[in-house]
Protein backbone atom coordinates (compact mmCIF):
# COMPACT_ATOMS: atom_id res chain seq x y z
CA UNK A 1 0.00 0.00 0.00
CA UNK A 2 2.86 2.11 0.92
CA UNK A 3 4.60 1.47 -2.45
CA UNK A 4 1.23 2.12 -4.58
CA UNK A 5 1.58 5.46 -2.41
CA UNK A 6 4.87 6.39 -3.44
CA UNK A 7 3.92 5.36 -7.35
CA UNK A 8 0.93 7.60 -7.14
CA UNK A 9 2.74 10.61 -5.66
CA UNK A 10 5.17 10.32 -8.30
CA UNK A 11 3.05 10.44 -10.75
CA UNK A 12 1.10 13.20 -9.30
CA UNK A 13 4.55 15.03 -9.29
CA UNK A 14 5.28 14.16 -12.87
CA UNK A 15 2.08 15.47 -13.74
CA UNK A 16 2.50 18.99 -12.12
CA UNK A 17 5.44 18.73 -14.32
CA UNK A 18 4.26 18.34 -17.16
CA UNK A 19 1.61 20.94 -16.93
CA UNK A 20 4.07 23.70 -15.69
CA UNK A 21 6.14 22.97 -18.73
CA UNK A 22 3.09 22.76 -21.11
CA UNK A 23 1.93 26.42 -19.47
CA UNK A 24 5.79 27.83 -20.29
CA UNK A 25 5.92 26.45 -23.63
CA UNK A 26 2.30 27.65 -24.42
CA UNK A 27 3.22 31.10 -22.27
CA UNK A 28 5.96 31.25 -24.69
CA UNK A 29 4.29 30.32 -28.23
CA UNK A 30 1.65 33.21 -26.94
CA UNK A 31 4.50 35.48 -26.73
CA UNK A 32 6.06 34.72 -29.70
CA UNK A 33 2.93 35.47 -31.75
CA UNK A 34 2.53 38.54 -30.15
CA UNK A 35 6.21 40.27 -30.04
CA UNK A 36 6.97 42.33 -33.10
CA UNK A 37 9.51 40.33 -35.57
CA UNK A 38 12.95 40.99 -37.04
CA UNK A 39 13.24 38.46 -39.72
CA UNK A 40 17.05 37.42 -41.51
CA UNK A 41 17.22 35.22 -43.90
CA UNK A 42 20.79 33.98 -44.63
CA UNK A 43 20.07 32.80 -48.47
CA UNK A 44 19.03 36.19 -49.93
CA UNK A 45 21.63 38.47 -50.91
CA UNK A 46 20.77 41.84 -49.77
CA UNK A 47 23.30 43.84 -52.17
CA UNK A 48 26.70 44.83 -51.11
CA UNK A 49 27.74 47.01 -47.88
CA UNK A 50 28.18 50.85 -49.16
CA UNK A 51 31.09 53.12 -47.66
CA UNK A 52 28.07 54.83 -45.73
CA UNK A 53 29.97 55.13 -42.22
CA UNK A 54 32.69 57.32 -43.47
CA UNK A 55 33.07 60.81 -40.46
CA UNK A 56 34.22 63.77 -40.35
CA UNK A 57 37.50 64.32 -38.59
CA UNK A 58 40.68 62.36 -38.48
CA UNK A 59 42.75 60.91 -35.24
CA UNK A 60 45.20 63.74 -34.85
CA UNK A 61 44.38 66.05 -31.99
CA UNK A 62 46.35 68.96 -31.23
CA UNK A 63 44.60 71.90 -29.78
CA UNK A 64 44.96 72.62 -26.19
CA UNK A 65 45.50 69.06 -25.95
CA UNK A 66 47.22 66.83 -27.77
CA UNK A 67 46.77 63.13 -29.04
CA UNK A 68 46.49 60.20 -31.62
CA UNK A 69 43.00 58.57 -32.15
CA UNK A 70 44.35 56.12 -34.77
CA UNK A 71 43.82 52.88 -32.61
CA UNK A 72 39.82 53.57 -32.16
CA UNK A 73 39.81 54.70 -35.87
CA UNK A 74 41.26 51.19 -36.59
CA UNK A 75 38.38 49.54 -34.54
CA UNK A 76 35.69 51.54 -36.91
CA UNK A 77 37.32 51.72 -40.33
CA UNK A 78 35.92 54.68 -41.69
CA UNK A 79 36.27 54.52 -45.72
CA UNK A 80 36.30 58.00 -46.15
CA UNK A 81 37.44 61.07 -43.76
CA UNK A 82 36.18 64.26 -44.86
CA UNK A 83 38.13 67.20 -44.24
CA UNK A 84 35.96 70.18 -42.72
CA UNK A 85 36.14 72.40 -39.43
CA UNK A 86 39.57 70.25 -38.94
CA UNK A 87 41.56 73.60 -36.85
CA UNK A 88 39.06 73.03 -34.30
CA UNK A 89 40.90 70.04 -33.16
CA UNK A 90 43.94 70.44 -35.03
CA UNK A 91 45.45 74.00 -35.35
CA UNK A 92 46.54 75.28 -38.69
CA UNK A 93 45.31 72.66 -40.92
CA UNK A 94 43.49 71.91 -44.00
CA UNK A 95 41.63 75.64 -44.65
CA UNK A 96 43.01 77.35 -47.72
CA UNK A 97 43.94 80.87 -45.27
CA UNK A 98 45.81 78.50 -43.27
CA UNK A 99 47.82 76.75 -46.26
CA UNK A 100 48.18 80.28 -47.61
CA UNK A 101 48.24 82.41 -45.39
CA UNK A 102 49.13 85.64 -47.08
CA UNK A 103 46.54 86.13 -50.21
CA UNK A 104 48.84 89.03 -51.93
CA UNK A 105 52.10 86.52 -51.90
CA UNK A 106 53.28 84.82 -55.10
CA UNK A 107 50.47 81.52 -55.34
CA UNK A 108 53.63 79.70 -57.54
CA UNK A 109 56.31 80.47 -54.90
CA UNK A 110 56.13 77.39 -52.51
CA UNK A 111 57.80 79.34 -50.03
CA UNK A 112 54.52 81.24 -49.54
CA UNK A 113 52.42 77.83 -47.89
CA UNK A 114 52.25 76.47 -44.57
CA UNK A 115 51.82 72.50 -45.79
CA UNK A 116 53.21 70.93 -42.84
CA UNK A 117 50.33 70.85 -40.04
CA UNK A 118 47.76 69.78 -42.47
CA UNK A 119 50.54 66.73 -44.13
CA UNK A 120 51.04 65.30 -40.64
CA UNK A 121 47.12 65.21 -40.60
CA UNK A 122 46.57 63.55 -43.64
CA UNK A 123 48.95 61.34 -42.87
CA UNK A 124 47.72 59.96 -39.92
CA UNK A 125 44.53 59.15 -41.91
CA UNK A 126 45.64 57.28 -44.49
CA UNK A 127 47.86 55.21 -41.95
CA UNK A 128 44.70 53.95 -40.85
CA UNK A 129 43.49 53.12 -44.01
CA UNK A 130 40.90 55.40 -45.06
CA UNK A 131 40.39 57.66 -48.08
CA UNK A 132 40.25 61.51 -47.59
CA UNK A 133 37.71 63.96 -49.00
CA UNK A 134 39.21 67.04 -49.12
CA UNK A 135 37.09 70.18 -48.71
CA UNK A 136 38.65 73.37 -50.14
CA UNK A 137 37.37 76.41 -48.45
CA UNK A 138 37.04 77.47 -45.09
CA UNK A 139 35.69 76.63 -41.67
CA UNK A 140 32.22 77.34 -39.82
CA UNK A 141 32.51 80.87 -38.30
CA UNK A 142 29.88 80.98 -35.72
CA UNK A 143 31.03 84.38 -34.24
CA UNK A 144 31.15 87.91 -35.63
CA UNK A 145 33.25 89.08 -37.60
CA UNK A 146 33.92 86.66 -39.82
CA UNK A 147 37.42 87.17 -41.24
CA UNK A 148 37.70 84.21 -43.66
CA UNK A 149 33.74 83.17 -44.47
CA UNK A 150 33.77 85.68 -47.48
CA UNK A 151 34.25 85.29 -50.96
CA UNK A 152 38.25 85.08 -52.20
CA UNK A 153 39.18 88.72 -53.60
CA UNK A 154 40.35 87.05 -56.66
CA UNK A 155 38.10 83.68 -57.91
CA UNK A 156 40.90 82.96 -60.05
CA UNK A 157 43.61 83.28 -57.87
CA UNK A 158 41.99 81.52 -55.19
CA UNK A 159 41.76 78.68 -57.79
CA UNK A 160 44.77 78.81 -58.29
CA UNK A 161 45.40 78.09 -54.88
CA UNK A 162 43.70 74.97 -55.26
CA UNK A 163 45.06 73.43 -57.87
CA UNK A 164 48.49 73.91 -56.18
CA UNK A 165 47.31 72.45 -53.24
CA UNK A 166 46.06 69.47 -55.32
CA UNK A 167 49.40 69.33 -56.95
CA UNK A 168 51.10 69.32 -53.42
CA UNK A 169 49.10 66.14 -52.29
CA UNK A 170 48.88 64.51 -55.47
CA UNK A 171 51.89 65.47 -57.81
CA UNK A 172 54.73 65.88 -55.26
CA UNK A 173 54.46 69.98 -55.93
CA UNK A 174 56.32 72.02 -53.14
CA UNK A 175 58.42 68.66 -51.74
CA UNK A 176 54.95 66.92 -51.61
CA UNK A 177 53.40 63.59 -52.12
CA UNK A 178 51.50 60.98 -54.78
CA UNK A 179 48.55 60.43 -52.44
CA UNK A 180 46.34 60.27 -55.38
CA UNK A 181 43.49 61.88 -53.13
CA UNK A 182 40.26 61.87 -55.42
CA UNK A 183 37.66 63.60 -54.15
CA UNK A 184 38.06 67.42 -54.04
CA UNK A 185 34.61 69.83 -52.54
CA UNK A 186 34.27 73.39 -53.32
CA UNK A 187 33.63 75.11 -50.03
CA UNK A 188 31.29 74.54 -47.15
CA UNK A 189 27.17 74.85 -46.67
CA UNK A 190 27.15 78.49 -48.99
CA UNK A 191 23.47 78.40 -48.04
CA UNK A 192 24.93 78.90 -44.23
CA UNK A 193 26.18 82.74 -43.73
CA UNK A 194 28.59 81.58 -40.74
CA UNK A 195 30.07 79.58 -43.59
CA UNK A 196 29.84 81.86 -46.94
CA UNK A 197 28.84 85.56 -46.59
CA UNK A 198 28.13 86.14 -50.75
CA UNK A 199 24.96 85.28 -52.46
CA UNK A 200 24.73 81.89 -54.62
CA UNK A 201 25.23 83.38 -57.85
CA UNK A 202 29.23 83.81 -56.01
CA UNK A 203 29.36 80.04 -54.99
CA UNK A 204 28.25 79.25 -58.53
CA UNK A 205 31.14 81.28 -60.56
CA UNK A 206 33.44 80.02 -57.43
CA UNK A 207 32.75 76.50 -58.59
CA UNK A 208 32.58 76.71 -62.13
CA UNK A 209 35.72 77.64 -61.95
CA UNK A 210 37.46 75.14 -59.61
CA UNK A 211 35.81 72.67 -61.21
CA UNK A 212 37.00 73.62 -64.55
CA UNK A 213 40.35 73.76 -63.35
CA UNK A 214 40.74 70.88 -61.16
CA UNK A 215 39.36 68.72 -64.45
CA UNK A 216 42.33 70.52 -66.56
CA UNK A 217 44.86 69.46 -64.11
CA UNK A 218 43.47 66.10 -63.64
CA UNK A 219 40.60 64.79 -65.51
CA UNK A 220 40.77 61.63 -63.25
CA UNK A 221 39.91 63.61 -60.20
CA UNK A 222 36.27 63.85 -58.59
CA UNK A 223 35.26 67.41 -57.92
CA UNK A 224 31.91 68.35 -56.35
CA UNK A 225 29.43 70.30 -54.35
CA UNK A 226 27.97 72.25 -52.59
CA UNK A 227 28.11 70.84 -49.30
CA UNK A 228 24.88 72.26 -48.60
CA UNK A 229 23.47 72.89 -45.12
CA UNK A 230 19.97 72.82 -46.73
CA UNK A 231 17.60 70.42 -48.54
CA UNK A 232 18.73 70.17 -52.44
CA UNK A 233 15.08 71.00 -52.76
CA UNK A 234 15.68 74.74 -51.55
CA UNK A 235 15.90 77.82 -53.95
CA UNK A 236 19.63 77.84 -53.16
CA UNK A 237 20.02 74.07 -54.17
CA UNK A 238 18.11 74.16 -56.94
CA UNK A 239 19.80 77.81 -58.50
CA UNK A 240 23.15 75.40 -57.87
CA UNK A 241 21.92 72.34 -59.77
CA UNK A 242 20.44 74.44 -62.56
CA UNK A 243 23.70 76.18 -63.51
CA UNK A 244 25.57 73.35 -63.33
CA UNK A 245 23.21 71.40 -65.70
CA UNK A 246 23.10 74.49 -67.93
CA UNK A 247 26.28 75.49 -68.17
CA UNK A 248 27.63 72.36 -68.62
CA UNK A 249 29.96 72.51 -65.43
CA UNK A 250 31.70 69.29 -64.33
CA UNK A 251 30.06 68.02 -61.34
CA UNK A 252 30.86 64.67 -60.26
CA UNK A 253 29.21 64.50 -56.68
CA UNK A 254 26.49 66.27 -55.16
CA UNK A 255 26.96 67.02 -51.10
CA UNK A 256 24.76 67.94 -48.50
CA UNK A 257 24.15 67.58 -45.02
CA UNK A 258 21.26 66.92 -42.40
CA UNK A 259 20.94 67.28 -38.61
CA UNK A 260 17.31 66.49 -36.99
CA UNK A 261 15.69 64.91 -33.70
CA UNK A 262 14.27 62.02 -35.68
CA UNK A 263 15.64 59.20 -38.28
CA UNK A 264 12.89 59.80 -40.59
CA UNK A 265 12.78 63.30 -40.80
CA UNK A 266 16.76 62.97 -41.89
CA UNK A 267 15.72 59.87 -44.46
CA UNK A 268 12.99 62.75 -46.19
CA UNK A 269 15.80 65.14 -46.56
CA UNK A 270 17.77 62.63 -48.37
CA UNK A 271 15.33 61.45 -50.43
CA UNK A 272 14.10 64.62 -51.22
CA UNK A 273 17.42 65.72 -52.80
CA UNK A 274 17.92 62.45 -54.86
CA UNK A 275 14.36 63.40 -56.12
CA UNK A 276 15.78 66.96 -56.89
CA UNK A 277 18.77 65.25 -58.81
CA UNK A 278 17.04 63.56 -61.32
CA UNK A 279 14.72 66.31 -61.71
CA UNK A 280 17.32 68.22 -62.76
CA UNK A 281 18.50 65.52 -64.79
CA UNK A 282 21.79 64.22 -62.84
CA UNK A 283 19.96 60.75 -62.79
CA UNK A 284 23.60 58.75 -62.14
CA UNK A 285 25.58 60.95 -60.02
CA UNK A 286 27.49 60.02 -56.82
CA UNK A 287 25.45 61.19 -53.51
CA UNK A 288 27.34 62.16 -51.12
CA UNK A 289 25.89 62.69 -47.41
CA UNK A 290 28.86 64.12 -45.87
CA UNK A 291 27.63 65.46 -42.57
CA UNK A 292 24.29 63.86 -40.57
CA UNK A 293 23.72 63.86 -36.73
CA UNK A 294 20.99 63.34 -34.38
CA UNK A 295 20.04 67.04 -33.59
CA UNK A 296 17.64 66.01 -30.25
CA UNK A 297 16.76 69.68 -30.21
CA UNK A 298 15.44 69.32 -34.17
CA UNK A 299 17.85 73.23 -34.10
CA UNK A 300 20.75 74.95 -32.75
CA UNK A 301 20.30 78.04 -30.54
CA UNK A 302 23.41 79.00 -29.04
CA UNK A 303 20.97 81.60 -26.51
CA UNK A 304 19.34 78.04 -25.04
CA UNK A 305 22.11 76.74 -23.00
CA UNK A 306 20.69 74.34 -20.63
CA UNK A 307 18.21 73.09 -23.41
CA UNK A 308 21.35 72.68 -25.89
CA UNK A 309 23.39 70.46 -22.94
CA UNK A 310 20.69 67.94 -22.47
CA UNK A 311 20.52 67.61 -26.29
CA UNK A 312 24.08 67.30 -27.04
CA UNK A 313 24.05 64.50 -23.94
CA UNK A 314 21.19 62.99 -25.73
CA UNK A 315 23.29 63.13 -29.36
CA UNK A 316 26.27 61.47 -27.68
CA UNK A 317 24.60 59.05 -25.18
CA UNK A 318 22.12 56.24 -25.89
CA UNK A 319 20.03 57.61 -27.54
CA UNK A 320 22.28 58.92 -30.40
CA UNK A 321 24.08 55.61 -30.39
CA UNK A 322 20.50 53.97 -31.18
CA UNK A 323 19.82 57.00 -33.81
CA UNK A 324 23.45 56.07 -35.44
CA UNK A 325 22.92 52.46 -35.62
CA UNK A 326 19.58 53.06 -37.22
CA UNK A 327 20.41 55.52 -39.97
CA UNK A 328 23.39 53.24 -40.86
CA UNK A 329 20.45 50.59 -42.05
CA UNK A 330 18.37 52.92 -43.66
CA UNK A 331 21.37 54.78 -45.64
CA UNK A 332 22.23 51.07 -47.03
CA UNK A 333 18.67 50.73 -48.49
CA UNK A 334 18.74 54.55 -49.83
CA UNK A 335 20.24 55.45 -52.85
CA UNK A 336 23.41 57.33 -50.74
CA UNK A 337 26.50 56.31 -52.42
CA UNK A 338 28.72 57.85 -49.30
CA UNK A 339 27.81 59.21 -45.77
CA UNK A 340 30.31 60.90 -42.98
CA UNK A 341 29.13 61.64 -39.72
CA UNK A 342 29.81 64.69 -38.45
CA UNK A 343 32.02 64.34 -36.35
CA UNK A 344 34.58 62.71 -34.97
CA UNK A 345 37.44 65.01 -33.28
CA UNK A 346 37.80 65.09 -29.68
CA UNK A 347 39.15 68.67 -28.57
CA UNK A 348 36.47 70.59 -28.04
CA UNK A 349 33.49 69.77 -29.97
CA UNK A 350 29.94 69.02 -28.00
CA UNK A 351 29.01 66.26 -29.74
CA UNK A 352 30.70 63.88 -32.05
CA UNK A 353 32.99 60.34 -31.12
CA UNK A 354 34.48 61.34 -28.40
CA UNK A 355 35.07 63.68 -25.56
CA UNK A 356 37.86 66.37 -24.80
CA UNK A 357 40.31 63.29 -23.43
CA UNK A 358 39.68 61.58 -26.49
CA UNK A 359 37.54 59.03 -24.59
CA UNK A 360 35.09 57.08 -27.36
CA UNK A 361 31.55 58.53 -26.69
CA UNK A 362 28.69 56.06 -27.07
CA UNK A 363 27.88 56.33 -30.72
CA UNK A 364 31.19 55.54 -31.44
CA UNK A 365 30.28 51.86 -30.18
CA UNK A 366 27.83 51.72 -32.73
CA UNK A 367 30.37 52.56 -35.27
CA UNK A 368 32.62 50.05 -34.20
CA UNK A 369 29.59 47.57 -34.15
CA UNK A 370 28.69 47.94 -37.84
CA UNK A 371 32.50 47.42 -38.52
CA UNK A 372 32.48 44.19 -37.05
CA UNK A 373 29.63 42.98 -38.57
CA UNK A 374 31.16 43.99 -42.04
CA UNK A 375 33.81 41.54 -41.56
CA UNK A 376 31.00 38.88 -40.91
CA UNK A 377 31.09 38.73 -44.70
CA UNK A 378 28.33 39.71 -47.31
CA UNK A 379 25.39 41.43 -46.88
CA UNK A 380 21.83 39.58 -46.45
CA UNK A 381 18.12 39.87 -46.04
CA UNK A 382 17.06 41.83 -43.17
CA UNK A 383 13.72 42.87 -42.49
CA UNK A 384 12.23 44.74 -39.55
CA UNK A 385 13.80 48.66 -40.16
CA UNK A 386 11.09 50.98 -39.22
CA UNK A 387 11.94 54.85 -40.00
CA UNK A 388 8.63 56.01 -38.01
CA UNK A 389 9.92 54.71 -34.65
CA UNK A 390 13.49 54.30 -35.23
CA UNK A 391 14.33 50.61 -35.68
CA UNK A 392 17.10 49.20 -37.51
CA UNK A 393 18.32 45.85 -38.56
CA UNK A 394 21.66 44.97 -40.75
CA UNK A 395 22.70 41.34 -40.98
CA UNK A 396 25.69 39.48 -43.03
CA UNK A 397 26.91 36.14 -43.25
CA UNK A 398 30.04 34.31 -44.29
CA UNK A 399 28.77 30.67 -45.71
CA UNK A 400 32.81 29.38 -45.30
CA UNK A 401 33.20 30.26 -42.37
CA UNK A 402 30.00 29.01 -40.73
CA UNK A 403 29.54 32.73 -39.39
CA UNK A 404 26.61 35.37 -39.16
CA UNK A 405 26.36 38.52 -37.65
CA UNK A 406 23.01 40.74 -36.93
CA UNK A 407 22.60 44.46 -36.08
CA UNK A 408 19.57 45.69 -34.38
CA UNK A 409 18.92 49.21 -33.07
CA UNK A 410 15.71 51.07 -31.40
CA UNK A 411 15.46 54.68 -31.00
CA UNK A 412 12.53 55.34 -29.84
CA UNK A 413 9.97 52.66 -30.27
CA UNK A 414 7.71 52.02 -26.99
CA UNK A 415 8.61 47.57 -27.82
CA UNK A 416 11.16 46.23 -25.45
CA UNK A 417 11.37 42.83 -26.44
CA UNK A 418 11.33 41.25 -30.19
CA UNK A 419 11.35 38.12 -31.87
CA UNK A 420 14.71 37.55 -33.93
CA UNK A 421 13.74 34.90 -36.86
CA UNK A 422 16.56 33.55 -38.58
CA UNK A 423 16.15 31.32 -41.44
CA UNK A 424 19.09 29.99 -43.81
CA UNK A 425 22.02 30.02 -41.17
CA UNK A 426 25.12 27.91 -42.10
CA UNK A 427 25.76 25.64 -39.59
CA UNK A 428 27.40 22.90 -38.68
CA UNK A 429 26.53 21.00 -35.69
CA UNK A 430 25.54 24.17 -33.28
CA UNK A 431 26.20 27.62 -33.61
CA UNK A 432 26.73 30.25 -30.22
CA UNK A 433 25.17 32.91 -30.37
CA UNK A 434 26.79 35.59 -28.51
CA UNK A 435 25.30 38.70 -27.80
CA UNK A 436 26.54 42.71 -26.80
CA UNK A 437 25.03 45.48 -26.19
CA UNK A 438 25.08 49.37 -26.19
CA UNK A 439 22.54 51.38 -23.66
CA UNK A 440 23.09 54.13 -21.02
CA UNK A 441 25.23 51.79 -19.15
CA UNK A 442 26.79 49.61 -21.39
CA UNK A 443 29.08 50.34 -24.38
CA UNK A 444 29.15 47.20 -26.55
CA UNK A 445 29.60 44.71 -24.03
CA UNK A 446 28.97 41.13 -23.59
CA UNK A 447 25.57 40.73 -22.53
CA UNK A 448 24.88 36.50 -22.89
CA UNK A 449 25.13 33.17 -24.43
CA UNK A 450 23.47 30.66 -26.27
CA UNK A 451 23.40 27.81 -28.18
CA UNK A 452 21.55 26.90 -31.27
CA UNK A 453 21.12 23.49 -32.70
CA UNK A 454 19.43 24.70 -36.34
CA UNK A 455 19.52 26.97 -39.48
CA UNK A 456 16.57 28.11 -38.66
CA UNK A 457 15.37 29.23 -35.05
CA UNK A 458 13.57 32.18 -32.95
CA UNK A 459 15.08 34.12 -30.34
CA UNK A 460 13.26 36.68 -27.96
CA UNK A 461 15.92 39.82 -27.53
CA UNK A 462 16.06 42.42 -25.27
CA UNK A 463 16.25 45.74 -27.19
CA UNK A 464 14.19 48.81 -25.38
CA UNK A 465 14.46 52.14 -26.46
CA UNK A 466 17.81 53.93 -26.86
CA UNK A 467 19.83 50.54 -27.03
CA UNK A 468 21.89 49.01 -29.52
CA UNK A 469 22.23 44.75 -29.75
CA UNK A 470 24.94 42.88 -31.65
CA UNK A 471 24.18 39.38 -32.10
CA UNK A 472 27.52 36.76 -33.27
CA UNK A 473 26.98 33.60 -34.47
CA UNK A 474 29.64 31.48 -34.70
CA UNK A 475 30.94 27.40 -35.03
CA UNK A 476 32.84 28.05 -31.43
CA UNK A 477 32.17 30.26 -28.33
CA UNK A 478 33.70 33.68 -28.38
CA UNK A 479 35.54 35.18 -25.42
CA UNK A 480 33.76 37.40 -23.03
Known amino acids: MKKFSKIRAIGYFLFLLIVQCSYVIFAQTQELKELPVFTVDAAKSAGSFKPINGVNGGPRINL ?56 L ?41 CCNIIRHYN ?23 ACWTGTMTQYCELYQQAAIAIKKLDPALKV ?39 PDKLMKKIESGIITLKEYGFQNIETVFDEWNYNANGNWNSELREKNREA ?55 FEAYNKLMKYGSRIDAIGNNRETGLGIIAAVNTKNLTTAVLLSNFEDEASRFVLKLNNLPIADRLYCTEYVIDEVRSLEWDREQVLSSANSQLIVELPKASVRLLLFTPQALKK
Open 224 to 262: GGPALGGSLDSEKGREFLGFCRDNKVPLDFVSWHGYADH
Open 64 to 119: ANSFDNSEYFKLIEPPYIRLHDTPYADEGTVDIHLIFPNFNANENDPANYHFEKTD
Open 312 to 366: FLKTTGAPGAAFTASMLAYFLDSELDIACYYAAYGSIFRFGLFDIYGVPKKPFYA
Open 121 to 161: NINMILKTGSKVIFRLGESIENGMPRYYVNPPADFKKWVRI
Open 171 to 193: MGWANGFKWDIQRWEIWNEPDVP
